[in-house]
């Protein structure tokens, strides 16, 4: 989904395109007088440097003074960010611990785990606000010799199976839309699962592995010394608001009338149950931050697009839409959890 198709979402829906209704928030002020009397955790379900973590942290550092509190990030990595996704869900309900995760623990996990998930994110987790979107890339080595992704298709029919592509590991958003790609292109592409993007970045870069079709953040470092050469964007349309990227075609050119359209999204939920009004607050603190030139402006330059909603209610809504989304990804693909 588009950013532009989902504001029609939001419209459709008779949400709020901006902040909350200014006759609301001296009710809201007086209701959560108390909010926040400590210090807030902002868990990240992964390990330190990543795109969650790199958001997590800015957004703590700028969320600190209107909050009035210390805001500290807290990774906790492992089982495909669930055990990150369950200290909150566990957490009290107070809106004093936060979760900051990208689409795979609030999507994905509940279908490629099956009953082995530990929670169920719709259920237990409670909608604050999108952070921002963002969308895939598909690289590979400078010293690879495709100049192009029409190139790559090329090789890989003619050698099925022998070209590989890393991936941050099975059934994230870099698997699964691979595997669109791959079926909707009709190649056979060697799948290689890592345990994160920063072992199958150093692959890539020592030339064991032939591509990568992953979120762009820790891509670009890469792509801007020249050791990284894009492709392929995952987005329907190009990435016109990166200098480097403008010229990668996106799926429309490459993959016609496929319908191809990779959205990622980092956003804060809390767990099921936080009163309203804390919901509330933490919304219009985190949307004004992320409204704010300055904040937004940081966010471009890892091509994350701030994307705050109205309310938490338009939240869930988009929330809602995108699991059906990537329950259909990972049905087609056929992914389960390691």
């Known amino acids: 989904m588009t950013l532009s198709r989902r504001a029609a979402l939001a419209a459709s829906l008779g949400l709020p395109s901006l902040g909350l209704p200014s006759l609301v928030l001296p009710s809201l002020a007086r209701a959560q007088a108390g909010f ?13 440097g990543g795109a969650n973590d790199l958001i997590a942290r800015m957004l703590a550092e700028r969320l600190a003074p209107v909050l009035h509190q210390s805001v500290v990030v807290e990774n906790r990595p492992g089982a495909g960010g669930n055990i990150g996704g369950q ?6 309900k107070d809106g004093h611990t936060l979760l900051l995760t990208s ?3 609030l999507t994905a996990n509940t279908y490629l785990y099956g009953p ?3 929670f169920q994110p719709l259920r237990d987790l409670a909608p604050v606000t999108t952070v921002g979107t963002g969308t895939l890339l598909m690289v590979c080595n400078t010293r690879a010799p495709w100049q192009s992704f029409t190139e790559l298709l090329a090789h890989a029919r003619a050698n099925p199976g022998k070209v590989s592509m890393g991936s941050s590991g099975t059934g994230t958003i870099s698997h699964l839309y691979m595997e669109k790609v791959k079926r909707a292109a009709g190649v056979d592409i060697t799948h290689v699962p890592y345990r994160g993007g920063g072992p199958a970045f150093a692959d890539l870069l020592a030339g064991n592995i ?21 492709l392929v964007a995952g987005s329907a349309r190009r990435i016109d608001y990166v200098t480097e990227l403008k010229d990668v075609p996106g799926m429309d050119e490459a993959l016609p009338g496929k319908g191809i359209d990779a959205l990622n999204f980092w956003s804060v939920v809390a767990p099921a149950g ?23 402006r ?3 330059d890892l091509t994350i697009v701030a994307a705050p909603d109205a309310s938490p209610e338009a939240f869930g809504a988009f929330w809602r839409s995108q699991d059906a989304i990537w329950k259909e990804l990972v049905v087609e693909s056929g992914a389960t959890a390691e």
Do not use: C, W
Not at 37 to 48: D, G
Not at 87 to 92: D, G, M
């Open 36 to 48: 926040p009397s400590r210090t807030v955790r902002i868990i990240v379900p992964i390990a330190a």
């Open 274 to 296: 936080t009163p309203a009004p804390v919901l509330a607050t933490l919304n219009k603190a985190i949307g004004d931050l992320l409204r704010g030139e300055e904040l937004r």
């Open 210 to 230: 032939d591509i990568m079709f992953d979120v762009i953040p820790a891509m670009l470092p890469h792509i801007r010394e020249g050791r990284f050469r894009p």
């Open 103 to 105: 689409a795979n623990v």
């Open 298 to 300: 940081k966010l471009l």
């Open 116 to 118: 082995r998930m530990p």
């Open 87 to 92: 200290a909150v869900v566990q957490a009290e």
